[in-house]
């Protein structure tokens, strides 16, 4: 096994940067030698004009800013990578996120054909740069740098917002898998089985036994790479607010909502609410997987108070109250139960994700989201059509799909919510809530790969 | 076909019965066409859909040719799959997604045919990961099976033999055939629309690419339900 150098690895991949704003700017290679010298003067650091690729080794001061590149499979081709080698990439790759659209539920309105531009012309993205920083003049001035040489389609920004939350007033990004020989004490008191490297990264052992993924040609030079699903996810909080306080009102003179949420417990959550506000904060918790604070529903089902409850260390089984058709429990069934047996803990993939909008003129507001692993396949592709959507994962959920990124339809959607002491109550009618509105498939290339491209001469 | 009684009428619509005009169909005209306008060859298995229904019980018509297809060659294949049953046969229980699944042996090829829900690939991935070993038995009897070995560090390259050896499954409706062409193509589907009189030129074309074909995506018992909802129903436990 090869050893691990942080020092070849792009820094967005191990761990997330403690900055709270993010260009994502959206790139055509329309000089392809200038394209080149940039991608030299960025793996080193050798250009005044060309900001520096941050790496994943530890840093000894925090950086004002970080500086990363996704490249698609169009990018490899007009860099001038030879049709010999491209052949070595995988098939998802290659054919870009446009055309694995069903897979991903991008149909209806999340259809590419919907898309706004840049990503409306899914050929002429070839490079995905990603400036990360505290303070705008930072992204200002790497994207000018960045557009003295390529040609900008387009730019997404997105930030933190507050406690960590996302638009559905969720804490996010609490759970990410924990890799083995990566220093992560963010995550250090998360119990769940530590990842082997290979689950991000190329080159590596995988979670699935024995496997290996493929590292396209040359290997030596690919390894240590990582695939990622670049995705802009609009969030319909609108929708799914009122859509609480529908349930809500229909769960208040249902015959069995004592064994939802008995009652007075309405004071514990909130920090105390009125029983029909309760009501709507437990079918989100449902819907989610955790409370909106992010307690585990599984721990705590009457109480969205956090006292000495851990946020990650928690387990499924036959009988939990988180249903399994929430959203948390679909995108990671840790080891709970699932059909398919072999494959607890083998989909697990890095997610870093930031808030956009909203937009002052539409209002249109949600997620920039980067879904990162050593497979599509395997990982983001297997997690969306298997078991975000479908839910194949369980015979009492299969047939629907997530309640939150679902591709819902209100004629078709359902979802179980969960009672104490068995049955549940069904919800139905919720349209989509999180429409997708972009994205590619990028390859975070190894700084040893960057380096590589930058050296093409076809 | 004109209803016209003339003997020019009758005599082109005996054409297909005639000798010379089957000959001439066969050596020239077909691979003429094949030159001028060939389909790019379908992909096998079932197409990807919205419909949670469709996403069950779907096919795999997986044909692998014989590398050595004398009777020793045969053997070599069968004792592969003879000396693994009790590794096929857990492993396609811990899959957890198969109905399903046979092993032919027919005429030059040997064939699994199974009936699973989900996707395909996620499917053959964990059955690699489950036995890939006797997968790698099997592929050494297998044509072009050698540079997929060992299984468990070429997932990606034997899934993608897996689905290019799958059978094309022709759509249930048979105009339906002209907006995959298209799509293959890279083509907006059936824009402008096709000429439904041009069907049979389209099917003879695309079956030179695709030679073997499944008619259709099958018949269903009992549409909608995954194997594990069944076997939930049953009570025997998922």
Same mark, same amino acid.
Request: hydrophobic share 35%; proline share 7%; aromatic share 10%.
């Given at each position: 096994?090869?050893?691990?150098?942080?020092?070849?690895?792009?820094?967005?991949?191990?761990?997330?940067?403690?900055?709270?704003?993010?260009?994502?700017?959206?790139?055509?290679?329309?000089?392809?030698?200038?394209?080149?010298?940039?991608?030299?003067?960025?793996?080193?650091?050798?250009?005044?004009?060309?900001?520096?690729?941050?790496?994943?080794?530890?840093?000894?001061?925090?950086?004002?800013?970080?500086?990363?590149?996704?490249?698609?499979?169009?990018?490899?081709?007009?860099?001038?990578?030879?049709?010999?080698?491209?052949?070595?990439?995988?098939?998802?790759?290659?054919?870009?996120?446009?055309?694995?659209?069903?897979?991903?539920?991008?149909?209806?309105?999340?259809?590419?054909?919907?898309?706004?531009?840049?990503?409306?012309?899914?050929?002429?993205?070839?490079?995905?740069?990603?400036?990360?920083?505290?303070?705008?003049?930072?992204?200002?001035?790497?994207?000018?740098?960045?557009?003295?040489?390529?040609?900008?389609?387009?730019?997404?920004?997105?930030?933190?917002?507050?406690?960590?939350?996302?638009?559905?007033?969720?804490?996010?990004?609490?759970?990410?898998?924990?890799?083995?020989?990566?220093?992560?004490?963010?995550?250090?008191?998360?119990?769940?089985?530590?990842?082997?490297?290979?689950?991000? +990264?190329?080159?590596?052992?995988?979670?699935?036994?024995?496997?290996?993924?493929?590292?396209?040609?040359?290997?030596?030079?690919?390894?240590?790479?990582?695939?990622?699903?670049?995705?802009?996810?609009?969030?319909?909080?609108?929708?799914?607010?009122?859509?609480?306080?529908?349930?809500?009102?229909?769960?208040?003179?249902?015959?069995?909502?004592?064994?939802?949420?008995?009652?007075?417990?309405?004071?514990?959550?909130?920090?105390?609410?009125?029983?029909?506000?309760?009501?709507?904060?437990?079918?989100?918790?449902?819907?989610?997987?955790?409370?909106?604070?992010?307690?585990?529903?599984?721990?705590?089902?009457?109480?969205?108070?956090?006292?000495?409850?851990?946020?990650?260390?928690?387990?499924?089984?036959?009988?939990?109250?988180?249903?399994?058709?929430?959203?948390?429990?679909?995108?990671?069934?840790?080891?709970?139960?699932?059909?398919?047996?072999?494959?607890?803990?083998?989909?697990?993939?890095?997610?870093?994700?930031?808030?956009?909008?909203?937009?002052?003129?539409?209002?249109?507001?949600?997620? +920039?989201?980067?879904?990162?692993?050593?497979?599509?396949?395997?990982?983001?592709?297997?997690?969306?059509?298997?078991?975000?959507?479908?839910?194949?994962?369980?015979?009492?959920?299969?047939?629907?799909?997530?309640?939150?990124?679902?591709?819902?339809?209100?004629?078709?959607?359902?979802?179980?919510?969960?009672?104490?002491?068995?049955?549940?109550?069904?919800?139905?009618?919720?349209?989509?809530?999180?429409?997708?509105?972009?994205?590619?498939?990028?390859?975070?290339?190894?700084?040893?790969?960057?380096?590589?491209?930058?050296?093409?001469?076809? | 076909?004109?209803?016209?009684?003339?003997?020019?009428?009758?005599?082109?619509?005996?054409?297909?019965?005639?000798?010379?005009?089957?000959?001439?169909?066969?050596?020239?005209?077909?691979?003429?066409?094949?030159?001028?306008?060939?389909?790019?060859?379908?992909?096998?298995?079932?197409?990807?859909?919205?419909?949670?229904?469709?996403?069950?019980?779907?096919?795999?018509?997986?044909?692998?040719?014989?590398?050595?297809?004398?009777?020793?060659?045969?053997?070599?294949?069968?004792?592969?799959?003879?000396?693994?049953?009790?590794?096929?046969?857990?492993?396609?229980?811990?899959?957890?997604?198969?109905?399903?699944?046979?092993?032919?042996?027919?005429?030059?090829?040997?064939?699994?045919?199974?009936?699973?829900?989900?996707?395909?690939?996620?499917?053959?991935?964990?059955?690699?990961?489950?036995?890939?070993?006797?997968?790698?038995?099997?592929?050494?009897?297998?044509?072009?099976?050698?540079?997929?070995?060992?299984?468990?560090?070429?997932?990606?390259?034997?899934?993608?033999?897996?689905?290019?050896?799958?059978?094309?499954?022709?759509?249930?409706?048979?105009?339906?055939?002209?907006?995959?062409?298209?799509?293959?193509?890279?083509?907006?589907?059936?824009?402008?629309?096709?000429?439904?009189?041009?069907?049979?030129?389209?099917?003879?074309?695309?079956?030179?690419?695709?030679?073997?074909?499944?008619?259709?995506?099958?018949?269903?018992?009992?549409?909608?339900?995954?194997?594990?909802?069944?076997?939930?129903?049953?009570?025997?436990?998922?």
């Amino acid at each position: 096994m090869a050893v691990f150098d942080a020092e070849k690895v792009q820094g967005n991949i191990l761990r997330g940067y403690p900055l709270d704003r993010v260009r994502h700017m959206i790139l055509e290679v329309s000089d392809r030698r200038r394209a080149r010298e940039f991608l030299a003067a960025a793996a080193d650091g050798t250009g005044e004009e060309v900001p520096r690729i941050t790496r994943s080794a530890n840093w000894s001061e925090r950086p004002e800013f970080c500086f990363n590149i996704g490249i698609t499979f169009e990018g490899l081709r007009t860099l001038g990578l030879p049709s010999d080698q491209l052949k070595t990439f995988p098939t998802e790759y290659t054919e870009g996120m446009t055309r694995r659209a069903l897979k991903l539920g991008d149909f209806g309105e999340s259809a590419p054909e919907h898309w706004p531009a840049p990503f409306d012309r899914p050929d002429r993205i070839h490079i995905v740069a990603s400036a990360y920083a505290n303070a705008d003049h930072h992204l200002d001035d790497i994207e000018k740098k960045v557009a003295k040489v390529f040609t900008v389609l387009g730019t997404r920004d997105g930030r933190n917002l507050p406690d960590g939350k996302v638009f559905f007033g969720y804490r996010d990004g609490i759970s990410q898998p924990r890799l083995r020989h990566v220093f992560d004490p963010e995550h250090a008191g998360d119990h769940q089985i530590k990842d082997p490297l290979g689950t991000v +990264l190329l080159g590596y052992q995988t979670q699935l036994e024995g496997i290996k993924f493929t590292i396209p040609t040359p290997e030596d030079v690919f390894r240590d790479s990582a695939f990622n699903a670049f995705r802009v996810l609009q969030q319909d909080t609108e929708a799914f607010e009122t859509y609480l306080t529908d349930a809500a009102h229909f769960l208040e003179s249902h015959r069995d909502v004592a064994r939802l949420l008995p009652e007075g417990a309405e004071q514990n959550i909130g920090g105390g609410m009125s029983r029909h506000d309760a009501l709507r904060e437990v079918v989100a918790a449902q819907m989610c997987g955790r409370w909106r604070n992010g307690t585990p529903y599984e721990a705590s089902p009457n109480s969205d108070v956090q006292d000495g409850i851990s946020l990650t260390n928690y387990d499924y089984s036959l009988s939990s109250r988180c249903p399994a058709g929430s959203h948390m429990r679909r995108a990671n069934p840790r080891g709970g139960p699932i059909v398919q047996r072999v494959a607890n803990y083998t989909r697990r993939m890095v997610r870093r994700g930031m808030s956009y909008g909203p937009d002052p003129e539409t209002g249109e507001h949600g997620l +920039l989201g980067n879904f990162i692993g050593a497979n599509y396949g395997a990982q983001f592709e297997a997690v969306m059509c298997d078991w975000i959507n479908f839910g194949l994962q369980d015979p009492g959920i299969t047939g629907t799909n997530d309640p939150l990124l679902g591709a819902n339809v209100p004629e078709t959607s359902r979802f179980d919510l969960t009672l104490k002491g068995g049955g549940h109550i069904r919800l139905s009618g919720f349209p989509r809530f999180v429409k997708t509105r972009g994205g590619a498939y990028t390859l975070l290339p190894s700084l040893p790969a960057i380096r590589y491209l930058s050296q093409l001469t076809a | 076909m004109s209803d016209d009684s003339g003997w020019l009428n009758s005599y082109i619509n005996s054409l297909p019965e005639r000798g010379w005009f089957q000959f001439l169909s066969k050596y020239v005209v077909v691979p003429f066409w094949v030159w001028r306008e060939g389909r790019p060859k379908l992909p096998g298995g079932p197409r990807p859909s919205p419909q949670p229904s469709d996403n069950t019980q779907r096919m795999m018509n997986l044909l692998m040719p014989l590398k050595d297809t004398s009777p020793i060659g045969r053997a070599k294949a069968v004792m592969a799959l003879a000396q693994n049953v009790d590794e096929i046969f857990a492993g396609l229980d811990n899959v957890g997604t198969v109905h399903s699944a046979r092993f032919l042996l027919v005429e030059d090829y040997i064939c699994m045919i199974s009936v699973y829900d989900g996707d395909f690939s996620n499917y053959i991935r964990d059955f690699i990961s489950t036995i890939g070993s006797v997968f790698d038995a099997l592929m050494h009897e297998v044509e072009g099976g050698d540079k997929l070995y060992p299984s468990e560090e070429n997932v990606e390259a034997f899934i993608d033999w897996v689905r290019e050896h799958d059978l094309f499954q022709a759509p249930d409706y048979p105009f339906d055939l002209f907006g995959l062409q298209d799509e293959q193509a890279g083509r907006k589907p059936n824009d402008p629309p096709h000429d439904l009189q041009t069907l049979p030129r389209s099917l003879i074309l695309q079956l030179h690419a695709n030679r073997n074909i499944s008619l259709g995506g099958g018949y269903r018992g009992y549409p909608g339900y995954s194997a594990a909802q069944i076997r939930r129903n049953l009570g025997v436990g998922w």
